[in-house]
């Protein structure tokens, strides 16, 4: 779960960096960058998930 949790923060900080505006040049944001902040919250979820036993 700590791990899910750095990834999540990871991302935030990804986000944070790669869409501020720098010199005057404003990046362009993609779905891409979107998309890693709710994979990432999507991993954070799944670790609150019980395990399920396989046969």
Excluded: D, H
Aim: aromatic share 14%.
């Amino acid at each position: 779960m700590a791990w899910a949790a750095l990834l999540v923060a990871w991302s935030f900080r990804n986000y944070l960096v790669l869409s501020t505006c720098a010199m005057g040049e404003c990046p362009q944001k993609q779905w891409a960058l979107y998309a890693c902040i709710i994979l990432s919250f999507g991993i954070l979820i799944m670790t609150f998930l019980p395990k399920l036993k396989t046969k």
